[in-house]
C-alpha cells in the first residue's frame, strides 16, 4: 500500500451544502490525530480483525517508514534533517525494530494469542485504510497540511485536499441519499436496500466482502448485526439531503441515516438507545 486519497462519492444538497466521502490510507500511528476531527464520520479498517499472518505478512513486504527524518529539537516539529549517511542508518534502525517485533509476535502466535493482543504491537508499521464523510473539511485543511504538521498526516491530508478540489459533486434532490460504495448496476434496487448495503460497505470499507467478492446478501446480513449490537458509526456515511444548511449532528445540511435508526419506535422498544 501506499499514501492514497479518492472520492468515492460527492454530493451536493439544494440548498449548496456539499457532502463528500473519501477513502484514505495512512500510516496507521497518526489514526489517532485524525480520529481528533469531530466533524468526521469515520470508520477504519480493524487489524483485529485480520489474521495475525497476513498483518505480519504486510508489514514485511511493505513497512510503513517515516515520511520524514528530522533531527531532534525542543518543539513538535523538526526544522533540521539527517545527513544522508544517518538517514540511511535511521531507516536500518527502524527496519530493525519492526523485524525484532515480528520475532515477539511470531512467540505469541506460537502461544496461541488472540490476534486482537498480538497484532497490536504490529501497528507502528501498518498502512491503513480510512472512510471519512464529511460537509466540513476547511479547519482538517488548515491544521494538517500546514508544515507543522506531523509530515505522515500532512502528506495524507494534502492528498485529500486535492482530490476533493478535483472532484465534481452531484447534484442530490431534496430527500434524495448519498449512498457510498453504491455501484452503478445496483441502483436499480428500492432505496430502503440501497441505504442498508452503502451502510455495511462503509463498516467494511469496501464494496467487497473479506472473501473479495460482492454478494448483497452478505451486506445485508451485517447491516443487521450492526444495528442489533449498536455498532452504528457506519450509519453516518449514508444521508439525505436537507433543504437547509443548519448542523443536523456533525454535519450540515445533511441527516444521516444513523439518526433516522435511533428514532424508530421499534429501536427504542428493544432496548437498543
Known amino acids: 500500500m501506499a499514501y492514497s486519497a479518492r472520492v468515492l462519492l460527492d454530493s451536493v444538497s439544494e440548498a449548496?451544502?456539499?457532502?463528500?466521502?473519501?477513502?484514505?490510507?495512512?500510516?496507521?500511528?497518526?489514526?489517532?490525530?485524525?480520529?481528533?476531527?469531530?466533524?468526521?464520520?469515520?470508520?477504519?479498517?480493524s487489524s483485529r480483525a485480520i489474521p495475525t499472518a497476513k498483518i505480519v505478512e504486510r508489514v514485511e513486504s511493505d513497512p510503513v517508514l517515516p515520511v520524514e527524518w528530522g533531527?531532534?529539537?525542543?518543539?513538535?516539529?523538526?526544522?533540521?534533517?539527517?545527513?544522508?549517511?544517518?538517514?540511511?542508518?535511521?531507516?536500518?534502525?527502524?527496519?530493525?525494530?519492526?523485524?525484532?517485533?515480528?520475532?515477539?509476535?511470531?512467540?505469541?502466535?506460537?502461544?496461541?494469542?488472540?490476534?486482537?493482543?498480538?497484532?497490536?504491537?504490529l501497528e507502528p508499521f501498518?498502512?491503513?485504510?480510512?472512510?471519512?464523510?464529511?460537509?466540513?473539511?476547511?479547519?482538517?485543511?488548515?491544521?494538517?497540511?500546514?508544515p507543522s504538521a506531523q509530515p505522515e498526516i500532512r502528506e495524507a491530508a494534502v492528498r485529500m485536499r486535492a482530490a476533493r478540489k478535483e472532484s465534481t459533486p452531484q447534484l442530490v434532490p431534496l430527500g434524495g441519499w448519498h449512498l457510498p460504495l453504491i455501484q452503478p448496476d445496483e441502483r436499480?434496487?428500492?432505496?430502503?436496500?440501497?441505504?442498508?448495503?452503502?451502510?455495511?460497505?462503509?463498516?467494511?470499507?469496501?464494496?467487497?466482502?473479506?472473501?473479495?467478492?460482492?454478494?448483497m446478501e452478505k451486506d445485508l446480513e451485517l447491516y443487521e448485526r450492526l444495528r442489533a449490537d449498536r455498532h452504528l458509526s457506519p450509519f453516518e456515511h449514508v444521508a439525505t439531503s436537507l433543504g437547509d444548511d443548519a448542523f443536523h449532528a456533525n454535519f450540515r445540511g445533511w441527516t444521516q441515516m444513523r439518526q433516522e435508526v435511533e428514532s424508530t419506535p421499534k429501536y427504542a422498544r428493544e432496548g437498543l438507545l
Open 126 to 146: 501498518l498502512w491503513h485504510t480510512v472512510i471519512v464523510t464529511a460537509t466540513e473539511w476547511n479547519n482538517f485543511f488548515e491544521l494538517r497540511c500546514a
Open 188 to 215: 436499480r434496487l428500492d432505496v430502503e436496500t440501497l441505504k442498508k448495503i452503502s451502510a455495511a460497505r462503509c463498516a467494511r470499507v469496501s464494496y467487497l466482502t473479506h472473501a473479495g467478492t460482492r454478494e
Open 71 to 121: 533531527r531532534n529539537q525542543k518543539g513538535m516539529s523538526a526544522s533540521e534533517f539527517l545527513t544522508p549517511e544517518d538517514e540511511e542508518e535511521a531507516r536500518r534502525a527502524w527496519l530493525d525494530a519492526r523485524d525484532a517485533v515480528v520475532e515477539q509476535v511470531q512467540r505469541l502466535q506460537h502461544l496461541r494469542v488472540h490476534k486482537q493482543v498480538a497484532n497490536r504491537l
Open 16 to 45: 449548496g451544502i456539499r457532502l463528500t466521502t473519501m477513502e484514505v490510507t495512512f500510516p496507521r500511528f497518526v489514526l489517532a490525530e485524525f480520529n481528533t476531527h469531530r466533524n468526521f464520520s469515520r470508520n477504519s479498517a
